[in-house]
Structure formats: C-alpha cells, structure tokens
C-alpha cells in the first residue's frame, strides 16, 4: 500500500474514532448512579411493549449490531434525524464499512438520567478490527443522549468521556 493510502487509512480511523458509537463530541465527567439496568436483547423489538429505558437500550443495541452487518440504512435509522452532524455520520460511516470489519460490543449500559423527552445512557464499548487496514482496538466510555422522534428513541448525540486502547 502507498503512502498517500496510508495517510488516508490514518485519516479514516481518526474520523472513525469520532463517530462510531454516533455523534461524538469530547465530553466531562460523569456522574456516577447506582442502578446498572440488565441487558436488553437487540432490536428489532416493538418499542411499545419496552419501558422508556429498556427502548433506548435496545436503540444501542441496534446501533452496535448494525456497524458489526455494515448495514448503513440500519445504523442510520438508530440516529435522530434532527442531530446537526447526521449527514457527515453517514458519509463517514459509510467509508468506515468500506474500509474495516469490525465488532462492537456493548459490555454494559447505566442510564444516568430520563425525562419525558431525552435519555442520557452511560455506555461501555468494546470496538476491535476483524479485518481492514491499521486500528487500534478499544474500549471506550461513551454517553449516549437520546431523543425521541416519531415516537421511537434515536440517538441524538454521542460524548466520548474515555478510550482505553488495547496492546
């Protein structure tokens, strides 16, 4: 590979480290809640039957389960239409697909705070390279705020609050 395709691959996996668990922003510090809700099976589940926070867990779920199928329209359909970097997700998140196979897991959610409007949901993520050029594996702290549109929850905006990068 050249080094004008290296410097892109090194380009691509930055941007892709910035949106991947969504729209990403660098955020603060947490505040820490003591309830830790169970794992919710992946979508597609009818939202209507799920509490408000078990339906923005399963959005997450969606959303983890669509970057492992590289299914765009998928991953796209767990984003909030209204959110400002939605067009620039879906450009770099199809670059992403074209680029790597990836598994992303999501080793456990806390949703930290829930209104009649948004859900703010702490999130560990585990992210490794099945194949594609370099990548540094990882596992990142991420808070995930969820707004409701059409009646479903979407992923309004995403804050990195830690990444630990694997040897």
């Known amino acids: 590979m050249g080094c ?11 941007v892709v480290m910035m949106v991947i668990g969504a729209l990403t922003t660098v955020g603060g510090t947490v505040p820490e809640s003591g309830v830790t809700l169970p794992d919710v ?26 970057i492992v ?29 074209d680029t790597y196979d990836l598994d ?26 099945i194949s594609g050029v370099d990548f540094a594996d990882n596992r990142r702290t991420l808070i995930h705020t969820l707004r409701l549109s059409g009646g479903a929850w979407k992923i309004y905006r995403t804050d990195v609050i830690s990444v630990e990068y694997f040897s």
């Open 104 to 129: 992303v897991v999501i080793e456990g959610a806390e949703v930290l705070t829930q209104s009649d409007e948004e859900i703010v949901v702490r999130v560990m993520q585990v992210t490794r390279k």
């Open 69 to 97: 199928a590289e299914d765009l329209d998928r991953y796209l359909a767990t984003l909030h239409e209204g959110t400002p970097l939605y067009e620039f997700t879906a450009q770099t998140m199809r670059a992403l697909f």
């Open 4 to 14: 004008a395709a290296n410097s892109f691959a090194g380009l691509l996996v930055t």
């Open 41 to 66: 099976p992946p979508s597609p589940l009818p939202q209507a039957t799920l509490t408000p926070a078990e339906a923005a867990l399963a959005v997450l779920d969606e959303n983890a389960a669509a």
